[in-house]
RNA sequence: GGCGCUAUCGUCUAGGGGACCAGGACGGGGCCCUCUCAAGGCCCAAACACGGGUUCGAAUCCCGUUAGCGCUACCA
């Protein structure tokens, strides 16, 4: 989700601003990124429609260029091997944290005699190549934050290079950044610390200092980072679950960001318009699942349905609903399934199964729901298919309901389950026009079908 | 522990010294429309974390406190 949100910060800044969007895949932990993980990042953004500029890049494919920077530090003087092993480190860790300070490298391997550490790499004794971090202050103007400062002395020696040889993440993307000429990183806001180890490295390879924006993170609705125990996580859990992309980008962009005044729902072209990164927010923001539904709703009844009948189509392979169907069912919606879940009865005469709390609730009586029933069939009948339109069929009716004496009420809420199978559904009427008199017809006949033989 | 970031209704936010006894939206409560509501309309409750400054005047600027979060690896 946050990865998402990076992203569409990302895109939006580019497009506003007519630049490139560039996609990279760091893969340099090998447990972490799985061909899954890279391929959920694919699916995410394809499925929101961020599509990048250029081609894809592979952290990993890069080795060689990390290494041969790592080793032009080396040689300029900016870094120095470190043959501290992973376990004397954590011992030294550990003991100062027993005594309740802070752990810093305490730069011993840069104080060995050059003969010293000729020795010891000929010896082929391994080591880590470490950055020197240099007197002064780190500060940059973050476009989210304005000036943050770090007195270097509150940094660290830094690991860049492995004992394997292979590059550190700071390394690895500062090396990348300036290979493929990034102009601005945008990311969450924990980088920040490590945003002045990253300019460091970007002035000991001789390089120009990119524009940095450090976004706000998304948590849960326990104010704690967004993890599993939250439920759905992933841009593709919501895609599954009927949401649409317009409306997970619309969603997404209101958390961190705000185009101003009292703007909430807004298209993508009018977001990419709107975009601004004055309107970026430095609070973390809490996901608040139940407002994404109800933007879902909001874009659902925005969508043609033409729009929404691809998307349908696409996520039930097969199922191509009429327009006219979508259109009525898509207002009251607030997930795409709600559109497919209530579409049967439009689409097929097949007998509806009903949802229990409306026949609880419209057909509590079988026996008056079976008359009221078989009443609105005569009447309807009488109705010529020509003539079958909410406004012939809206009087009718009416005037069945003074003559059985009851409020139209009484009639059309359980016909409202028997031709929808639930108790909340658009107009009587309009349902009725929808479903056409053939359809419709039937679906009364088998409710009086089932009334016969649920009795009680 | 050290360093850093943040702080307006429960939540997302507007606000950038006087237009604010703080506006919108979600959620909650109520009413209306009405054939139902998960649609639409109207109304209500609900916030400037605290303490000091600066100023004629502070939600807005500065400093502290508190709280939350992040980082503190041969992870990314």
Not at 77 to 105: H, I, S, V
Not at 309 to 327: K, R
Request: hydrophobic share 40%; proline share 4%.
């Amino acid at each position: 989700m946050g990865g998402a949100r990076t992203a569409l910060f990302n895109w939006l800044y580019a497009r506003h601003f007519d630049g490139d969007f560039l996609l990279r895949i760091e893969d340099t932990d090998k447990v972490r990124s799985t061909d899954e993980s890279t391929r959920a990042i694919f699916e995410g953004m394809e499925w929101l429609g961020l599509k990048w500029d250029e081609t894809v890049i592979y952290q990993g494919a890069n080795l060689e260029r990390h290494q041969k920077d790592a080793y032009q530090m080396l040689e300029s003087g900016a870094a120095y091997r470190c043959f501290c092993t992973p376990e004397e480190l954590d011992e030294r860790r550990k003991a100062a944290e027993a005594r309740k300070e802070a752990f810093k490298y305490d730069r011993r391997c840069d104080r060995l005699t050059s003969d010293e550490i000729e020795r010891r790499v000929a010896s082929g004794e391994p080591f880590t190549v470490r950055f020197r971090i240099p007197e002064g202050t780190t500060e940059w103007i973050d476009l989210v934050h304005e000036k943050i400062a770090f007195p270097n002395k509150d940094l660290e020696d830094f690991v860049i290079l492995r004992s394997n040889a292979t590059p550190i993440y700071n390394l690895a993307v500062v090396s990348d950044d300036i290979a493929m000429g990034i102009t601005i990183v945008m990311r969450g806001d924990d980088h920040i610390s490590n945003t002045p180890k990253q300019i460091l490295l970007y002035k000991a390879l001789g390089a120009e200092i990119p524009v940095f924006a450090h976004l706000p993170m998304i948590h849960g609705m326990d104010g704690k980072k967004l993890s599993k125990r939250h439920g759905a996580t992933a841009v593709g859990d919501y895609q599954h679950q009927g949401i649409l992309a317009d409306a997970m980008l619309n969603f997404l962009a209101l958390l961190g960001w705000s185009p101003g005044g009292d703007r909430e729902i807004m298209t993508k072209e009018e977001m990419v318009e709107l975009f601004n990164p004055d309107g970026l927010q430095k609070k973390a923001a809490i996901f608040d699942p139940q407002k994404l539904e109800w933007m879902n709703g909001q874009h659902l009844s925005r969508k043609s349905a033409d729009e929404l009948g691809q998307i349908i189509t696409n996520a039930n392979p097969g199922l191509v609903l009429p327009g006219h169907v979508i259109d009525l069912l898509k207002i009251r919606a607030r997930r795409i399934d709600d559109i497919v879940r209530q579409s049967g009865p439009y689409v097929s005469s097949d007998p509806i199964q009903y949802d229990a709390e409306a026949i609880g609730k419209n057909w509590s009586d079988k026996g008056k729901a079976r008359e009221i029933l078989a009443s609105a069939a005569e009447t309807l009948s009488t109705v010529s298919a020509g003539d079958w339109r909410a406004e012939h069929l809206e009087p009718a009716l009416r005037k069945l309901a003074e003559s059985l004496g009851v409020g139209a009420g009484k009639v059309f809420s359980p016909m409202r389950v028997a031709l929808t199978g639930f108790s909340v559904s658009p107009g009587i009427f309009e349902i009725l026009e929808a479903q056409g008199r053939d359809r419709a017809l039937d679906h009364i006949r088998n409710a009086l079908a089932w009334l016969g033989s649920n009795p009680g």
